[in-house]
């Protein structure tokens, strides 16, 4: 879909840009190394190297070899630093993209979470602690971005046996929206923080009434409160985050 590529656009253009920054094509010229060594001669996190050069891989800016990578021949003509006829400089601007500076910044740091107002928003969902304007914003692009992919899969998975779902950290309700539309049978619940919960009932307000009375809001930080006991199954989406050894497994239905 054409605002998928335009989305995934914006990735793949930090990922080059970030890479000049850092110096991996200039370092890879010529070379082929494990991706340990590349983080070691470099001073960048493996496990953040990692996924950058394979999505440098799928792009067609790196070759890789086992776990073994090395620079394309167009790669190293035109961004190594090595090269006269080097035009990464092209690419970087010195108003860095945010999403930009922030891969930057998980390369070199090892983290890189998202802030606003100086908290981490994971920081601020652990405890609780979001007002009502990030939680709007926070919502509303979480929206966005699930609307579509929860309609393809509520279509396309059988609820048949269910009868009464729990979103864990139902966000947006965009899970909930789709779930009650393509399944008349189904009742949702959504339980997630207070803010989170105004913003969802906001954003459901425009959508199909008559599925209303099907979803349910119940505030509570799902990281401390207990969770609603009265359905026969509990969805999470987006929420599941975990670090095994050093890499980060996130669930994105």
């Not at 394979?54 to 090595?82: P, R, V």
């Not at 609307?147 to 966000?171: C, L, M, P, R, W």
């Not at 199909?208 to 006991?229: C, L, M, W, Y």
Request: aromatic content about 14%; overall charge negative; some cysteine.
């Amino acid at each position: 879909m054409i605002f998928e590529d335009f989305w995934f656009y914006q990735l793949e253009l930090a990922c080059i840009t970030a890479s000049i920054e850092v110096g991996l094509f200039s370092f890879l010229d010529g070379k082929k190394l494990h991706y340990c060594d590349i983080a070691k001669g470099l001073q960048l996190y493996d496990y953040a190297l990692e996924p950058l050069l394979l999505n440098l891989t799928q792009m067609g800016f790196i070759l890789k070899d086992q776990d073994h990578y090395s620079c394309t021949a167009e790669s190293m003509i035109l961004l190594s630093a090595k090269s006269e006829f080097y035009r990464g400089d092209y690419f970087v601007d010195e108003e860095k993209l945010y999403i930009e500076e922030r891969l930057i910044q998980f390369l070199k740091t090892g983290s890189a979470p998202l802030v606003e107002q100086g908290k981490s928003y994971s920081e601020m969902w652990e405890k609780g602690d979001i007002d009502q304007n990030t939680a709007n914003g926070f919502t509303g692009n979480m929206h966005s971005l699930m609307k579509y992919t929860s309609f393809i899969n509520a279509k396309n998975e059988d609820f048949s046996q269910q009868k009464h779902i729990v979103d864990i950290g139902g966000g947006s309700g965009a899970w909930a929206l789709a779930l009650t539309k393509q399944h008349p049978h189904l009742k949702v619940t959504i339980f997630d923080l207070p803010p989170v919960i105004n913003a969802a009932q906001n954003i459901l307000s425009l959508e199909d009434a008559s599925i209303s009375e099907r979803i349910k809001f119940v505030p509570g930080n799902f990281f401390q409160d207990p969770f609603p006991r009265d359905a026969d199954s509990f969805l999470l989406s987006n929420i599941l985050h975990l670090k095994v050894g050093n890499y980060i497994f996130m669930s994105v239905f």
